[in-house]
């Protein structure tokens, strides 16, 4: 993105969303293949994602631009792909192959640098993990697939020109990252407040182009998705243990020292 | 039919699935409202109520008006232009917090909004329709007075022409968000009958004050309102609205929200007495064990399902055009009375915790009482119903 006589190019901005089961209900997995059992709890987007959907939303307020949201998923995000559009976002790519069934972060990383082969961007964003797997490393698999800088952690984002700067929180400060656009930028959900879709977004949602994309249509190999050709396994799951009784302070004196530690050695302080 | 293929138990929150139906975007605007109520509301109507007052009725419009719930089922001037089922969820995702929330959203979209719209001239509706739908200006509509409730039409605020202008006079009583509101939709009668006026706050001669020490809708602002002298251009003037049945159709449309919102508020009570009545434990058993408690809560599951689908079988009606305002009266007079039976029986359940705002059952059945006697009371939507059926008027 360069700046061509004053003025710069509106920004095409790309988020990245994710349909996971809701936290609020029961998650199940599938006992015949060890994967996620989608159909059996409501589809919400991945909480991190609509924050990811904010920044996107603020950065095309403050630059101009285009949102766009990709999904990979199965018919059901349509759903989610369509919160997004009542947000505020102005089109969208569902990535829908029954090929891509049971593949790991990295075919999906694989799969979603595929899928943005197939636009323009000058901006990647997406939330820094799923509430479902949970391993965080998508962003920056994506990345590395795009051959593209990461600014991962993200809980400020500023753009100028062509430069993105991020700022990441430390334990003691923050982090100050910087690079040039293209970018893959992973958010926190301390970046923004996301904003609720109003209604008369809702009712133009069904107006916005969402364009159907599959597995051959993206260039995916696929011998390199899937279940069967994933790098990772799940061996095997357990139901969660009942939740053990809590550890009981008793205030001899010390109770708020001892509270204090409890807290830190679980780093909440 | 194999096992596999037997249907899944009924959820115990939406026992017949009445939801089933709706289509995605008003599925989305359900959960939207629902999320914002839950998080940005609930966690406060305690509070309101026990104030007495919206703290904030600026902020709170703001907030709606991003939503787009202020009129949202009107076409054009900002407005979203929903179906009227998405009105409904809206009002029942609302009045599942509190009903004094849903009236402010009623009074504002469906009052004082739509007699713009309906019978405003093109400048007028320009002028604040916008500003209203965004929740920047907050709208009343003045209808009751102290002398004259159910029986409208014997009003006395008084509207006489001088030269080009009016001059109105009178007193409007128990109007919702009369002191908080920047413009006032109020109806007099004329040499010609009656007509309706926008009376923006700040004309001299117009006031309006609090009424205080209510102890139903506390969680709402309620206000009188003094004409004295009140001139007004004619350009002030509804020119659309000639006669009672100008105010009358707009109390249609804000009672069609009560229809369903009255099923949300009943849903919240039966929800709160499900949970209680499975955790609270008496004679050793949760007090749900009890079959008089089950026989509460199962009378509590058919009025809650009932109400929700007269609601959306009424609502659908409105979509296609097809709705006559007795089946309007049909489900006021049939829901209020239904969420009357499912508050006051939560509100058992819950013991000595029930009487108490900790709980929402008695500040819903508090609310109740306002709602069974504005937009008609239940005598009145019994005498319209009698009407509808019989052929014969039994209200004078
Ligand atoms: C919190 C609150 C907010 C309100 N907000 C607004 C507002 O924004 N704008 C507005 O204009 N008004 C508003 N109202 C007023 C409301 O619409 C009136 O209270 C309602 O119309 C009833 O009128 P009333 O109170 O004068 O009762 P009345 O009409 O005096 O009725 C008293 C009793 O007599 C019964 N009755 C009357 N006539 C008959 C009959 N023919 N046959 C049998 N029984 C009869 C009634 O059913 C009732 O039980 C509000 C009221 C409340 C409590």
């Known amino acids: 993105m360069g700046v061509q006589g004053g003025r710069p190019p509106a920004m095409n901005i790309v988020v990245l969303v994710k349909q996971v089961p809701d936290t609020a209900t029961e998650r199940k997995l599938n006992p015949a293949d060890n994967t996620l059992d989608r159909a059996s709890s409501d589809g919400v987007i991945n909480e991190l994602d609509e924050y990811a959907i904010e920044e996107a939303l603020l950065l095309k307020e403050k630059h101009g631009g285009e949102v766009t949201i990709l999904s990979a998923g199965p018919d059901q995000a349509t759903d989610s792909i369509r919160k997004a559009l009542s947000m505020g976002a102005d089109k969208a790519i569902h990535l829908n192959d029954e090929a891509l069934h049971g593949s790991d972060s990295l075919q999906t990383a694989y799969a979603l640098a595929q899928a943005l082969r197939t636009t323009e961007f000058d901006v990647v964003v997406l939330g820094s993990e799923s509430t479902d797997a949970r391993t965080g490393v998508v962003g920056a698999a994506l990345a590395e697939y795009l051959g593209l800088p990461q600014l991962t952690l993200a809980n400020k984002v500023d753009i100028d020109g062509g430069t993105i700067r991020i700022q990441r929180q430390t334990d003691d400060g923050y982090d100050v990252v910087e690079a040039q656009l293209p970018a893959v930028v992973s958010v926190v959900e301390k970046i923004n407040e996301p904003r609720y879709p109003s209604f008369k977004l809702i009712m133009a949602a069904k107006k916005k182009p969402v364009t159907k994309l599959d597995a051959a249509g993206a260039e995916i190999d696929p011998a390199k998705v899937g279940l069967a050709n994933a790098t990772t396994e799940t061996v095997d799951f357990a139901a969660a243990p009942p939740r053990a009784a809590g550890t009981v302070v008793k205030d001899e004196g010390t109770g708020g020292v001892q509270i204090a530690d409890f807290l830190a050695s679980k780093k909440f302080v | ?180 509101a920047d413009v006032a939709v109020v109806w007099a009668t004329t040499e010609e009958g009656i007509r309706g006026f926008l009376v923006p706050a700040g004309t001299p001669g117009f006031s309006a004050n609090v009424i205080h020490r209510k102890l139903s809708l506390r969680a709402s602002i309620t206000s009188e309102l003094v004409l004295d002298g009140v001139r007004l251009p004619e350009s002030a003037r509804l020119p659309g609205a000639a006669g009672l049945g100008a105010p009358l159709s707009c109390l249609n449309e804000a009672r069609y929200g009560i229809v369903w919102g009255v099923a949300g508020a009943a849903r919240a009570c039966y929800e709160a007495a499900l949970e209680y009545a499975g955790t609270r434990v008496q004679f050793g058993r949760p007090i749900a064990a009890f079959q008089l408690t089950q026989r509460k809560i199962a009378d509590m599951v058919v009025d809650v399902n009932s109400a929700a689908l007269t609601a959306l079988q009424i609502g659908r009606l409105k979509d296609a055009g097809a709705c006559h305002h007795t089946q309007v009266s049909y489900g006021k007079f049939a829901n209020v009375a239904a969420a009357q039976r499912v508050a006051g029986a939560a509100r058992s359940i819950h013991g000595a915790n029930g009487i108490t705002l900790e709980y929402p059952v008695l500040r819903h059945l508090l609310n109740l009482e306002t709602v069974a006697t504005y937009e008609g009371t239940e005598e009145v939507h019994a005498l319209s119903l009698g009407q509808a059926v019989t052929g014969i008027p039994a209200f004078r």
């Open chain 2, 1 to 180: 039919m194999g096992d596999q293929h037997k249907p899944a138990a009924p959820d115990a929150r939406d026992f017949l699935a009445v939801d089933t139906s709706l289509d995605a975007e008003e599925g989305s605007i359900r959960d939207t409202v629902r999320d914002f109520a839950t998080r940005e509301l609930l966690p406060h109507v305690a509070d309101w109520f026990e104030a007495g007052t919206i703290p904030d009725p600026r902020g709170l419009a703001k907030a709606f008006g991003d939503l787009g719930v202020f009129g949202m089922h009107l076409e054009g001037y900002g407005c979203a232009g929903t179906s009227a089922v998405a009105y409904g969820l809206a009002c029942r995702e609302l009045e599942a917090v509190d009903s004094g929330l849903r009236s402010f959203v009623s009074v504002q979209g469906s009052l004082a909004m739509t007699a713009i719209h309906r019978y405003g001239s093109e400048e007028q509706k320009r002028e604040w329709l916008p500003r209203m739908a965004a929740g920047e200006a907050i709208g009343c509509f003045g209808l009751t007075e102290p002398d004259s409730g159910s029986d409208p039409g014997s009003m006395r605020t008084r509207a006489r022409r001088d030269g080009s202008d009016w001059i109105l006079d009178g007193t409007k009583m128990w109007i919702t968000n009369g002191s908080v």
